[in-house]
């Protein structure tokens, strides 16, 4: 894999919603992109899906948002930089899946998993931030809402294909060579959700939570961000678990 945080591209995409979008390849081969997200609660507080490197810019504008209480690990294999975030931001409380937190080594202390923990753990951030563990998918998944802004954060459940703005500063335009688009409305995305997806009953029901949702952003880590008509993408990305 190969990440190169000096080029990220920081935005608000909405009110107390900020995406921090760089350039990440796996294999140094296939540009997908990385993202990491940080949302303002109604306290104050910051909570960050954390995925791409913390670089001076990253803690640049996260100390400028606000303190940081919450560092998230959103699925199996988004967990590289947990720990950068941890150090740096002590007082923070780290959630992840029990997946990601079995393979991080370096004694980083987990104050939830999701997987591990009871179905319906409350973690604190609720209030703002409603969160759909998928037990179902291949990478164990959690999807987040946050009602105020209708914005729904994900990472490896829905691409969005090629990785323009994650690529907006670099020299490469961020398509994947030789294959094309994934995004949610190709056949291809269909068939990854579909491959991934490991208990059919398991993901029909999360799929289904997610739909319920009044999102109309997506905030994915892999592609940009899908700005309007959000539910649409997810029902086109997951239809094959709603027919």
């Not at 080029?7 to 296939?30: G, H, Y």
């Not at 802004?149 to 703005?165: G, Q, R, V, Y």
């Not at 994934?182 to 208990?199: E, I, M, Q």
């Not at 997810?234 to 239809?239: F, L, N, Q």
Request: proline share 5%; charged share 25%; net charge positive.
């Amino acid at each position: 894999m190969a990440t190169s945080s000096a080029k990220c591209a920081i935005r608000e995409v909405a009110k107390d919603v900020w995406t921090f979008s760089c350039p990440f390849s796996r294999f140094n081969l296939f540009p997908v992109g990385g993202r990491s997200t940080a949302i303002r609660l109604s306290n104050g507080d910051v909570w960050v899906l954390a995925s791409t490197p913390l670089d001076e810019a990253t803690k640049a504008k996260l100390g400028e948002i606000g303190p940081v209480k919450w560092i998230i690990g959103a699925d199996a294999v988004h967990h590289l930089f947990l720990g950068d975030y941890k150090k740096q931001y002590p007082d923070a409380k780290v959630i992840a899946v029990h997946e990601a937190a079995k393979k991080v080594k370096n004694g980083l202390k987990f104050d939830g998993a999701w997987g591990a923990d009871p179905p319906n753990t409350q973690y604190g951030f609720e209030n703002d931030i409603k969160h759909c563990y998928f037990s179902g998918f291949k990478n164990k998944d959690v999807a987040f809402f946050h009602p105020a802004s209708k914005t729904m954060i994900e990472a490896d459940l829905l691409f969005n294909l090629p990785a323009t703005e994650q690529y907006s500063r670099t020299r490469s335009s961020g398509k994947v060579p030789f294959f094309g688009n994934l995004n949610p409305y190709t056949w291809a995305h269909k068939k990854f959700a579909w491959s991934l997806g490991v208990d059919t009953e398991a993901m029909k029901r999360d799929v289904k939570t997610v739909l319920g949702w009044d999102f109309e952003r997506i905030i994915p880590c892999h592609g940009d961000v899908i700005e309007k008509d959000g539910k649409k993408a997810w029902t086109e990305a997951y239809k094959w678990y709603l027919d």
